[in-house]
């Protein structure tokens, strides 16, 4: 099962690649976010007392106050400035993105016949689901490196001490949060019988999806209904977890925030491919 | 039974209500060409996709070289070749990619799967084309790309749905030179198809399938004789001169029957017979005189009391059809 696997994970992966304007278009949105959204949005600069005209005597007030805002700032976002706490969010939201469409191939390899081939042939249904997520989680994964790297090149700052082993903890949760994503909406993918299903679907939880979690804002700030939203919502995790790894925000238990999102993919992968093959016996 | 390469019994599918499939029941000897000639929704798909192991039959069971299609699918699907209705190969590869990939789905490695690539390719004659991107590929070279994608197995018996679906007179002649090369090879091979000229240029048995059942089954020369020679359709002017014509000749012992003011004369030989009918034919005001030799069409009209129709319209896949095949 692992070669077939592997054979028609080649096979999506190269039709993804003759695809070059497909890799520009689903890096557009992402990057708009990160640089218009990210950068646009400057905290730090909102308390700017260089061009503020104080009383002498306020002064020194202010600076204090400054400083506490800053402090409350850091606390708050674990950085200095909002285009890094937004962009590591976004390399988690990415595979969001990139998850909603995933299942579109799998629509398109029924309807144009693809599928009746591989249903005939000597292969366990299995691989032909677990190929395609592997596809998709691979792309998400690409997508996320080079968005982490124009957000590099834009003035991203990662933590001090930052080691390659901080990375590719940020790489294990960035596939972790992408096979969970990639699962529900394969699944839907294997079931649905038009494109337009699978997409009012991503269109409707895509946003919700994001502004409920912790990876525009802190949830924190949120008020407590939703805060409990946040908590049960797996881009929170995901986003603390590579924003721990990447700028050293605290996580206040990094493996207790690992292991539902752990097992939430697991169990995703696992259950989605029961539904899959039963959907493809049909 | 000895011989059988494919064997039907009483297949039976439901689809909820709609019973597509109504216990039909067939042998396919190995090496013979066999071709379920029928129109669209017919059944000829859905009775395909039960003998390739891809849809469970509600009842009935069917044997792929003694493998039951029920319990033995992995056996069945290592033996068969199925090239499906629509052009699967991948726009975005080549076209040896996407043979190399089928290749390889079928356990062969390294350079075995390259060899069986490059062998499927030759066979089809696309050997030179074979590293051009797929979507360069006029509609002939796409057809015997889906051929060749499911060749590399060397399956002991192929089943075509339409295989010619759509194509132009030139390419759908090299399709047909390809099928009956796999014949001499003793392959058997089951085609669907609504064409009736396929049906008779290729096949040694015929099968004509309508709502589900099939209606006869035979050699297309066995067919065609049972409907005894030729019609001969003649357009009369009004009712009355066709009702005269009738009567004329219906005295002079001619099989005739009337449809609103044409008549139709059953004749073992038009040839000999038109002379006889000229006498009456010529008093009356006579339109047009057709002679329709024998043909799976008309078995077919005989036997259903319609016509094959033609492909009912899929806008979906017409847009995708239209966007490959240039």
Request: proline residues 4%.
């Given at each position: 099962m692992i070669r077939e696997t592997f054979v028609l994970f080649v096979r999506e992966t190269k039709r993804w690649a003759g695809r070059r304007p497909v890799l520009v278009v689903s890096l557009v949105t992402p990057l708009f976010w990160v640089l218009l959204f990210g950068k646009s949005f400057n905290i730090i600069n909102m308390v700017n007392l260089e061009n503020l005209e104080l009383p002498q005597e306020y002064y020194a007030i202010a600076v204090k106050i400054v400083e506490v805002i800053r402090l409350r700032i850091f606390e708050i976002f674990g950085s200095q400035d909002y285009?890094?706490?937004?962009?590591?969010?976004?390399?988690?939201?990415?595979?969001?993105?990139?998850?909603?469409?995933?299942?579109?191939?799998?629509?398109?390899?029924?309807r144009l016949g693809y599928m009746t081939r591989l249903m005939a042939a000597p292969i366990r249904r299995e691989s032909i689901y677990l190929a395609k997520v592997a596809a998709s989680?691979?792309?998400?994964?690409?997508?996320?490196?080079?968005?982490?790297?124009?957000?590099?090149?834009?003035?991203?700052?990662?933590?001090?001490?930052?080691?390659?082993?901080?990375?590719?903890?940020?790489?294990?949760?960035?596939?972790?949060?992408?096979?969970?994503?990639?699962?529900?909406?394969?699944?839907?993918?294997?079931?649905?019988?038009?494109?337009?299903?699978?997409?009012?679907?991503?269109?409707?939880?895509?946003?919700?999806?994001?502004?409920?979690?912790?990876?525009?804002?802190?949830?924190?700030?949120?008020?407590?209904?939703?805060?409990?939203?946040?908590?049960?919502?797996?881009?929170?995790?995901?986003?603390?977890?590579?924003?721990?790894?990447?700028?050293?925000?605290?996580?206040?238990?990094?493996?207790?925030?690992?292991?539902?999102?752990?097992?939430?993919?697991?169990?995703?992968?696992i259950v989605g491919m029961k539904i899959s093959v039963r959907a493809l016996e049909a | 039974?000895?011989?059988?390469?494919?064997?039907?019994?009483?297949?039976?599918?439901?689809?909820?209500?709609?019973?597509?499939?109504?216990?039909?029941?067939?042998?396919?000897?190995?090496?013979?060409?066999?071709?379920?000639?029928?129109?669209?929704?017919?059944?000829?798909?859905?009775?395909?996709?039960?003998?390739?192991?891809?849809?469970?039959?509600?009842?009935?069971?069917?044997?792929?070289?003694?493998?039951?299609?029920?319990?033995?699918?992995?056996?069945?699907?290592?033996?068969?070749?199925?090239?499906?209705?629509?052009?699967?190969?991948?726009?975005?590869?080549?076209?040896?990619?996407?043979v190399l990939i089928q290749a390889k789905l079928y356990g062969y490695k390294g350079r075995e799967a390259e060899e069986r690539a490059r062998r499927s390719l030759e066979i089809v004659d696309l050997w030179e084309a074979a590293h051009r991107r797929v979507s360069t590929y006029s509609g002939g070279m796409r057809r015997r790309l889906e051929i060749a994608m499911s060749l590399v197995h060397d399956p002991q018996v192929l089943f075509l749905d339409e295989p010619t679906l759509g194509l132009d007179v030139q390419s759908r002649r090299a399709i047909w030179d390809l099928i009956r090369e796999f014949k001499k090879n003793s392959v058997t091979i089951m085609l669907t198809t609504h064409y009736m000229e396929e049906a008779e240029a290729l096949s040694d048995r015929v099968a004509i399938i309508d709502a589900g059942e099939i209606k006869a089954e035979g050699a297309p020369e066995d067919l065609k004789s049972k409907l005894g020679g030729d019609k001969v359709y003649i357009e009369a002017l009004t009712l009355e001169d066709a009702k005269a014509v009738f009567s004329e000749l219906s005295q002079r012992g001619f099989n005739v029957k009337l449809e609103d003011s044409t008549v139709i004369v059953k004749v073992p030989n038009a040839a000999t017979s038109l002379p006889e009918m000229a006498g009456v034919l010529s008093e009356r005001r006579v339109k047009s005189v057709n002679i329709v030799r024998p043909n799976l069409e008309e078995v077919f009209l005989e036997l259903t009391g319609r016509r094959l129709r033609e492909e009912a319209f899929d806008s979906f896949r017409f847009r995708v059809l239209s966007r490959k095949v240039r």
């Open positions: 285009f890094t706490y937004m962009a590591s969010g976004m390399l988690v939201v990415i595979t969001l993105f990139q998850g909603t469409f995933s299942g579109a191939s799998a629509i398109f390899d029924k989680v691979f792309r998400a994964l690409l997508l996320s490196l080079i968005l982490l790297m124009v957000a590099y090149i834009a003035g991203f700052k990662f933590k001090e001490g930052f080691t390659v082993l901080d990375l590719a903890a940020a790489v294990t949760v960035v596939v972790l949060i992408s096979l969970t994503f990639t699962s529900i909406f394969m699944v839907l993918g294997f079931v649905a019988d038009s494109p337009e299903a699978l997409f009012s679907v991503a269109n409707l939880v895509t946003l919700p999806l994001m502004f409920t979690s912790s990876a525009l804002f802190p949830v924190d700030q949120m008020p407590e209904w939703l805060r409990l939203i946040a908590s049960v919502n797996p881009l929170t995790y995901a986003s603390d977890l590579v924003r721990f790894f990447l700028i050293g925000k605290t996580v206040s238990d990094p493996w207790l925030t690992l292991a539902p999102l752990a097992a939430g993919s697991l169990i995703t992968l | 039974m000895a011989g059988a390469s494919i064997e039907a019994i009483k297949l039976v599918k439901k689809f909820g209500q709609l019973t597509a499939v109504k216990g039909v029941s067939f042998k396919v000897m190995r090496g013979e060409l066999y071709a379920l000639l029928g129109p669209n929704g017919a059944g000829k798909t859905t009775t395909i996709k039960m003998l390739t192991t891809l849809l469970k039959p509600t009842s009935g069971e069917a044997y792929i070289e003694g493998y039951s299609v029920l319990r033995d699918t992995i056996k069945v699907r290592k033996i068969i070749g199925l090239i499906p209705q629509d052009l699967t190969a991948d726009d975005e590869m080549s076209g040896w990619e996407n």
